[in-house]
């Protein structure tokens, strides 16, 4: 009986000590200091709304569950946000836990307040759905309603950020998935705001609680390399606040230890030892006007050696987030590398804050046009409502890749800057134009001169792209592209491509399955129709096309469902079974086997593969032979008179093992009018003879056996044969 007693007391006096903390009177002193009475009111009903709907719900600590939307909204309060932010803070779990409706919150707070709480509020779990489609959801569900208005990714990262702070209670393994989601998502896309208070404290909370011991061995190794850093900071802040007061600039000096994740991520990304980082203290210098900032970084260079490598002007190039500094690392006393930020305090305000900067200058009295971050966050936000035709997953993917690139500037022929990451690529460039532009592209003019599409960017270049109305997005494109956008784009494209693909396959193979059981495709009704789809729970007959032209369903067995009763009791004659015409054409709804490496002129056979569609044999292939598929598994096939493109067929090629061998076999390849698409050559076995594979493209049959002779007439060349 001793150990609840004991837990219900340590219980209530983590309570008392959370209530002085983040109680409504601590929260509402915060809010005295720069908001009116009337919406400090405001705050305090939302709170008495808040704790009636959480009456008895408690967190694993034990402490009433009011104390966590709380502290969420003292961590916004901090920040100095308006307070319908602060309202949607205390509110913003009463969708998701409790039985309040977003129409309730509407008629008491305000349609603001419900809609920051239904932005914040997690995806519904839909049945069949697994985790991690869950978590994509609700982070697109997220993202999309930021980009509505900007303060829902406020409280969800305050909320992440207290979650954080209180996860010492929760079970190893749910620590470690929360805090690489946070790494991965939420701390990202607090820099990609310039919200820098809470990215660096969310990264350490992270690092904390998926690496505890690697956290502790590198806080230890920290403090042991700085030993008594407060002396040494004294000493650079007095001496670099003393030369700038020489020169007549006011300006303050800040000197800290940079935080740990920063200096972890650094080594990781470098690949450093610790000994080699040798940055680990940094300086703030603010002052009042851009002027200032150049002067004073003279200043800087006088009294401390710079390593002019280590210097970035993000005033002149603001990063994509809005942020802007001066950057540059000197050689401090004890030969220590320091880092050294100038900026004026204008600029300190907004790389702290970010977005949230904007609220706080309306609140202030000042202009009310948004700051550089406000601007850029909507820049960004208004390409994820481009991307919301992928997949959840995908999304996520695609954010994640875009959150926060280094960057390079390129300029359109107009002269218009463009920010893209570091190794964007034309296609790239072209996407972040106009998605039809992209779509359409076939090459590039860099700097007057013609380039492939996969040519890296490089900053200062000017970039044209040139077009043809014909062309589309080709799927190795995704193996280069650096965006988000231009990812996405392409693999929307892809998808819809193989739809039409897959629906124009599986049109003709159920038209050949009924022609078999004399039911023209044509002379079908709607009722017949409708009572197959129902059978197979599709919607309409393009999604049974598509089924079956990706090889999820099997053509003949479809085919008899069309039939009377179901196909049993009917009199049905066999019609003449017509094979399919292959035309080369149909793209990624057929696949060539690798076994055998079928082209025109040969006898061919296809089967069936769910996610495949048709796979394509040459009759005479070993796997044809060894299958016992039946005849529904099996479809027949033919080339079409009007076949194109470029096969694949394998060569095996004996020989005299001469100087200049290989040259000349690749010469004759090539003279043919082919390409060498892959070599081997297999160890020898002692003997004089040497052995070659080549897979080559033929159109033909024809073309195969022109290439044939001229690699015979070679000399040294004892056989070869098609594979």
Same mark, same amino acid.
């Given at each position: 009986m001793?150990?609840?007693?004991?837990q219900?007391?340590?219980?209530?006096?983590?309570t008392q000590?959370?209530?002085?903390?983040?109680?409504?009177?601590?929260?509402?002193?915060?809010?005295?200091?720069?908001?009116?009475?009337?919406?400090i009111?405001?705050v305090?009903?939302?709170y008495?709304?808040g704790?009636r709907?959480h009456?008895?719900?408690?967190?694993?600590?034990?402490?009433?569950?009011?104390?966590?939307?709380?502290?969420?909204?003292r961590i916004?309060?901090?920040?100095?946000l308006?307070?319908?932010t602060?309202?949607?803070?205390?509110?913003?779990?009463?969708?998701?836990d409790?039985?309040?409706?977003?129409t309730?919150?509407?008629?008491?707070?305000?349609?603001?307040?419900?809609?920051l709480?239904?932005g914040?509020?997690?995806?519904h779990?839909?049945?069949?759905m697994?985790?991690?489609?869950?978590?994509a959801e609700?982070?697109?569900?997220?993202?999309?309603a930021?980009?509505?208005?900007l303060?829902?990714?406020l409280v969800?990262?305050?909320?992440?950020?207290h979650?954080?702070?209180?996860l010492?209670g929760?079970?190893?393994?749910?620590?470690?998935?929360?805090?690489?989601?946070t790494?991965?998502?939420?701390?990202?896309?607090?820099?990609?705001?310039g919200?820098?208070?809470?990215?660096?404290?969310?990264?350490?909370?992270?690092?904390?609680?998926?690496h505890p011991?690697?956290y502790?061995?590198?806080?230890?190794?920290?403090?042991?390399?700085?030993?008594d850093t407060k002396?040494?900071?004294?000493?650079i802040?007095?001496?670099?606040?003393?030369?700038l007061?020489?020169?007549?600039?006011?300006?303050?000096?800040?000197?800290?230890?940079k935080?740990l994740?920063?200096?972890y991520?650094?080594?990781?990304?470098?690949?450093l030892?610790?000994?080699?980082?040798?940055?680990?203290?940094?300086?703030?210098?603010?002052?009042?006007k851009?002027?200032?900032?150049y002067r004073a970084?003279?200043?800087?260079?006088?009294? +401390?050696?710079?390593? =002019? /490598? #280590?210097?970035?002007?993000f005033? &002149?190039?603001?990063k994509?987030?809005?942020?802007q500094? *001066?950057?540059?690392?000197?050689v401090?006393?004890?030969?220590?590398?320091?880092e050294?930020?100038?900026?004026?305090?204008?600029?300190h305000?907004?790389?702290?804050?970010?977005i949230?900067?904007?609220w706080?200058?309306?609140?202030?009295?000042k202009s009310?046009a948004?700051?550089?971050?406000?601007?850029?966050a909507r820049?960004?936000?208004?390409?994820?409502?481009?991307?919301?035709g992928?997949?959840?997953?995908?999304?996520?993917?695609?954010?994640k890749v875009?959150?926060f690139?280094?960057?390079?500037?390129v300029?359109?022929?107009?002269?218009q800057i463009?920010?893209?990451?570091?190794?964007?690529?034309?296609v790239?460039?072209? +996407?972040?134009v106009? =998605? /039809? #532009?992209?779509?359409?592209?076939? &090459?590039?003019?860099?700097?007057?001169?013609?380039?492939p *599409?996969?040519?890296?960017?490089?900053n200062?270049?000017?970039?044209?792209?040139?077009?043809?109305?014909?062309?589309?997005?080709?799927?190795?494109?995704?193996?280069?592209?650096k965006t988000?956008?231009a990812?996405?784009?392409?693999r929307?494209?892809?998808?819809?491509?193989r739809?039409?693909?897959?629906?124009?396959l599986?049109?003709?193979?159920?038209?050949?399955?009924?022609?078999?059981?004399?039911?023209?495709?044509?002379?079908?009704?709607?009722?017949p129709?409708?009572?197959?789809?129902?059978?197979?729970?599709?919607?309409?007959?393009e999604?049974l096309?598509?089924s079956?032209?990706t090889?999820?369903?099997?053509?003949?067995?479809?085919?008899?469902h069309?039939?009377p009763?179901?196909?049993?009791?009917a009199?049905t004659?066999?019609?003449?079974?017509?094979p *399919?015409?292959v035309?080369g054409?149909?793209?990624?709804?057929?696949?060539?086997a690798?076994?055998?490496?079928?082209?025109?002129?040969?006898?061919i056979?296809g089967?069936?593969?769910?996610?495949?569609?048709?796979v394509?044999?040459?009759l005479e292939c070993k796997h044809?032979?060894?299958?016992r598929?039946?005849?529904q598994?099996?479809?027949?096939?033919?080339?079409?008179?009007?076949?194109?493109?470029?096969?694949?067929?394998?060569?095996?090629?004996?020989?005299?093992n001469r100087?200049?061998?290989?040259?000349?076999?690749?010469?004759?390849?090539?003279?043919?009018?082919?390409?060498?698409?892959?070599?081997?050559?297999?160890?020898?076995?002692?003997s004089?003879?040497?052995e070659?594979?080549?897979?080559?493209?033929?159109?033909?049959?024809?073309h195969?056996?022109? *290439?044939?002779?001229?690699i015979?007439?070679?000399?040294?060349?004892?056989?070869?044969?098609?594979?």
């Amino acid at each position: 009986m001793e150990f609840p007693v004991i837990q219900r007391i340590g219980t209530a006096i983590r309570t008392q000590r959370v209530a002085r903390e983040y109680g409504i009177e601590a929260l509402c002193k915060i809010l005295n200091e720069y908001l009116p009475e009337d919406q400090i009111a405001e705050v305090r009903r939302a709170y008495e709304f808040g704790a009636r709907m959480h009456s008895g719900q408690a967190r694993q600590s034990g402490e009433p569950y009011i104390y966590h939307p709380l502290a969420v909204a003292r961590i916004l309060a901090e920040m100095r946000l308006d307070a319908t932010t602060i309202c949607a803070a205390i509110l913003h779990d009463v969708i998701e836990d409790t039985p309040v409706e977003k129409t309730e919150i509407a008629r008491n707070f305000g349609r603001d307040v419900a809609e920051l709480v239904d932005g914040v509020s997690k995806f519904h779990k839909v049945e069949g759905m697994t985790r991690a489609e869950q978590q994509a959801e609700s982070v697109r569900k997220l993202l999309l309603a930021m980009a509505q208005d900007l303060r829902v990714i406020l409280v969800k990262l305050a909320d992440r950020l207290h979650n954080m702070r209180t996860l010492e209670g929760t079970e190893p393994a749910k620590r470690r998935r929360v805090a690489r989601e946070t790494l991965e998502i939420y701390a990202p896309i607090a820099q990609r705001l310039g919200i820098n208070t809470l990215r660096t404290e969310l990264e350490d909370l992270s690092f904390l609680n998926l690496h505890p011991k690697r956290y502790e061995v590198f806080q230890r190794a920290v403090n042991e390399r700085l030993g008594d850093t407060k002396s040494l900071i004294k000493e650079i802040e007095h001496k670099l606040e003393r030369a700038l007061r020489e020169e007549g600039i006011g300006a303050s000096v800040v000197g800290r230890q940079k935080n740990l994740y920063g200096i972890y991520e650094k080594m990781q990304r470098k690949r450093l030892r610790f000994l080699d980082v040798m940055d680990l203290l940094g300086f703030r210098i603010l002052v009042a006007k851009v002027d200032d900032c150049y002067r004073a970084l003279g200043v800087v260079h006088h009294v +401390y050696r710079p390593i =002019s /490598e #280590l210097f970035n002007d993000f005033i &002149a190039n603001p990063k994509v987030n809005g942020y802007q500094s *001066l950057h540059t690392t000197c050689v401090g006393p004890q030969g220590r590398k320091i880092e050294v930020q100038i900026r004026t305090r204008d600029m300190h305000h907004i790389a702290e804050s970010g977005i949230a900067a904007h609220w706080q200058y309306k609140l202030g009295g000042k202009s009310d046009a948004a700051p550089a971050p406000q601007v850029r966050a909507r820049e960004w936000l208004g390409n994820l409502f481009e991307m919301q035709g992928a997949g959840a997953l995908d999304f996520i993917e695609n954010v994640k890749v875009d959150l926060f690139p280094d960057e390079v500037y390129v300029f359109t022929p107009k002269g218009q800057i463009r920010r893209l990451p570091r190794g964007a690529t034309a296609v790239d460039f072209a +996407y972040s134009v106009h =998605s /039809e #532009l992209g779509d359409h592209c076939v &090459a590039a003019r860099i700097d007057q001169q013609l380039e492939p *599409l996969n040519t890296p960017l490089r900053n200062g270049q000017t970039v044209e792209i040139i077009t043809a109305r014909h062309a589309r997005p080709n799927a190795a494109w995704l193996n280069y592209v650096k965006t988000a956008k231009a990812r996405s784009h392409i693999r929307i494209f892809l998808k819809n491509q193989r739809e039409d693909e897959a629906i124009r396959l599986g049109r003709r193979l159920l038209e050949i399955a009924l022609r078999e059981l004399n039911v023209p495709l044509s002379t079908l009704k709607d009722g017949p129709i409708d009572a197959v789809l129902k059978v197979f729970g599709l919607h309409d007959i393009e999604d049974l096309y598509i089924s079956i032209g990706t090889g999820s369903r099997l053509a003949p067995l479809v085919a008899r469902h069309f039939l009377p009763d179901n196909g049993q009791g009917a009199a049905t004659v066999p019609g003449e079974s017509v094979p *399919l015409a292959v035309e080369g054409t149909e793209g990624l709804v057929l696949d060539y086997a690798k076994c055998c490496h079928p082209i025109p002129g040969d006898d061919i056979c296809g089967y069936v593969s769910v996610g495949r569609g048709i796979v394509i044999h040459r009759l005479e292939c070993k796997h044809v032979h060894a299958r016992r598929g039946g005849p529904q598994e099996r479809v027949p096939l033919v080339w079409s008179p009007k076949v194109q493109g470029d096969f694949l067929a394998e060569l095996r090629i004996k020989a005299e093992n001469r100087r200049g061998l290989l040259a000349s076999v690749a010469g004759e390849i090539s003279g043919a009018g082919s390409s060498v698409e892959n070599v081997q050559m297999p160890e020898r076995d002692g003997s004089e003879a040497l052995e070659m594979r080549f897979v080559v493209t033929v159109r033909d049959r024809l073309h195969l056996a022109r *290439l044939l002779r001229r690699i015979r007439r070679l000399e040294p060349v004892q056989r070869v044969i098609r594979v």
